[in-house]
């Protein structure tokens, strides 16, 4: 027999300290009073969730400038005309790796994070999802130590894959967790000090690779990573969850579901447990049927999640923004990981990770902070997003591109961290509208296609592809304005989403959610 806990739900007789507001209660109390709920269920303040979130972000982003940093990447050995070779350094020197298989080193990761992130954004409906990143960021650490150990090259690739499944828990899910508890006037600043930690994140790790590769060895820029994450890991788990907004209870949404399958198959005595259940009592059925339950739970898992991208799918502003986020995230994706070899190779950089890690920190935390402030003020609404997005991508493209038409090394500097801190302005407009879109319970689905969109179409292809170009072309001033032209693609695609009739569906389930809390609060006859 098997016996279901009284705690699954509250007694009967206990009141209950959740409001429930009328239809007529403010938006701007409304959503007060949901931020309280969310955070009540935590130990967490709302800034600490933001200061944690952050750092996790930034960690994660900080490997990716590591393994693309002169000093963790490093270069295969080279001989000029005159015989004089300098020696192979890095990650590629250590296994002799083309440029290609140098690019498919960096998008290796994106296979596991492709994979993983519509499965994370699956199981939220059903485990909490504050400990699925606790789940995501263990498997991140035990990967990140994998990659400071590689003996071989097929190694080190397979350990990125499970870097990037660790990364997607945290991806998926993080920024709903955010959206819910910032407060109702500053979504799109608390959005954009997130995801400011992503160009700063990689600037940091162009600094961090640089000097612990040169000063140690590629395989001591993993290791530290690993033991910053662990503690974040660690807290996952120990910490009390959080839960987010359109989704119940994960414990009790399971228990109710199994016995409502029960129910369909063995008739009214499990009918009358799902009455005690409700009422708080407890109650015991057969294994073999609570075995056929979770199946069919599972089952009904899948279905539910081919219904909802159907949905995702129909929504054409959804779709704009991530075709224009997928042009946007090739550039930068190539931009992250070749920009210290090109300005190396174009303008003899001696120190190319520390420049271009200074210029993207500064820029990243400006430009995407700046994006973040100017929405809320013109009122952060979807058609201001798009016009946000359209205009500095715009702007932002011609000063990149112009840049790399400089022979002067001062004047590229200048005029690429102009459009460095145009196109970073973006982070915040393109993630509120993938978060206000949709429905509330439609938001970790939304940010996972998003983030597989614009990887498997984006910076997965794009490192691979422009070191193709460059061993054809050899040339990587050319390979960097061809690069920088795409720019103007994406700029051409969120201009379309402007005309599109854009409702924020934030508070779409409001009125089912509250008829949802008026009918609990009726005894079951």
């Known amino acids: 027999m098997v016996t279901k806990e009284e705690d699954c739900l509250p007694p009967a007789t206990e009141p209950s300290r959740r409001y429930s ?17 969310i955070v009540e269920s935590s130990s967490l303040s709302p800034v600490w969730l933001l200061v944690i979130f952050c750092v996790i972000n930034l960690l994660n982003y900080m490997d990716r400038g590591a393994i693309a940093s002169n000093g963790v990447n490093g270069s295969s050995k080279s001989c000029d005309d005159k015989g004089k070779c300098t020696t192979a350094t890095g990650i590629q020197g250590h296994f002799n790796l083309s440029n290609f298989e140098d690019g498919v080193l960096s998008s290796s990761f994106m296979v596991g994070l492709l994979i993983a992130s ?19 960021l263990t498997v991140w650490t035990i990967a990140v130590l994998g990659c400071g150990s590689s003996f071989a090259f097929w190694f080190i690739v397979l350990c ?35 995801y400011m930690c992503i160009p700063s994140g990689v600037a940091l790790g162009y600094v961090y690779g640089g000097y612990v590769g040169k000063h140690f060895s590629w395989r001591y820029a993993f290791w530290g990573e690993a033991v910053l994450m662990a503690p974040f890991a660690v807290l996952g788990f120990l910490m009390k969850p959080l839960e987010l907004k359109g989704f119940p209870s994960t414990k009790s949404v399971t228990t109710v579901k199994s016995i409502e399958v029960m129910a369909s198959s063995v008739g009214p005595e499990t009918s009358k447990n799902k009455n005690d259940l409700q009422a708080g009592n407890e109650i015991e059925v057969p294994i073999e049927t609570y ?33 224009g986020y997928v042009s946007y995230n090739f550039v930068i994706g190539a931009y992250s990981y070749w920009g210290p070899k090109a300005g190396y190779n174009i303008y003899k950089m001696r120190n190319a990770d520390m420049i271009f890690g200074a210029v993207t920190i500064i820029c990243g935390i400006v430009g995407t902070l700046s994006g973040g402030f100017i929405l809320d003020r013109v009122t952060a609404t979807i058609p201001n997003a798009f016009k946000l997005l359209s205009g500095a991508t715009f702007l932002g493209a011609i000063f990149c591109f112009t840049a790399f038409t400089l022979k002067s090394l001062y004047g590229f500097i200048a005029l690429f961290a102009l459009g460095e801190l145009l196109v970073f302005a973006t982070q915040a407009p393109v993630n509120y509208v993938c978060l206000h879109c949709v429905k509330p319970s439609l938001r970790p689905l939304s940010m996972a296609i998003s983030t597989v969109g614009i990887h498997i179409f984006g910076d997965v292809p794009s490192s691979p592809l422009v070191g193709i170009l460059q061993d ?54």
Do not use: Y
């Open 291 to 323: 075995k056929s339950s979770q199946t069919s739970v599972v089952w009904k898992s899948f279905t539910q999640f081919a219904k909802d991208m159907k949905d995702l799918c129909k929504e054409k502003v959804f779709v704009v923004n991530v075709l």
């Open 118 to 136: 519509p499965i994370f954004a699956s199981l939220a409906k059903s485990f909490n999802p504050f400990r699925l990143i606790g789940v995501g």
């Open 21 to 37: 507001p009328s239809s007529s209660t403010p938006l701007a109390e409304l959503e007060t009073v949901r931020s309280l709920e």
């Open 472 to 525: 054809h072309i050899e040339s990587w001033r050319k390979t960097a304005l061809i690069l920088s032209s795409i720019l103007f693609l994406a700029a051409a695609i969120w201009f379309i989403g402007i005309f599109i009739n854009g409702v924020d569906r934030f508070n779409e389930e409001t009125e089912t959610e509250n008829q949802r809390r008026h009918e609990q609060s009726i005894p079951t006859p």
């Open 160 to 194: 990125r894959m499970f870097v990037g499944v660790g990364e997607a828990s945290f991806i998926s899910l993080a920024a709903p967790f955010i959206d819910d508890n910032a407060p109702h006037k500053q979504k799109a600043v608390w959005l954009g000090v997130f």
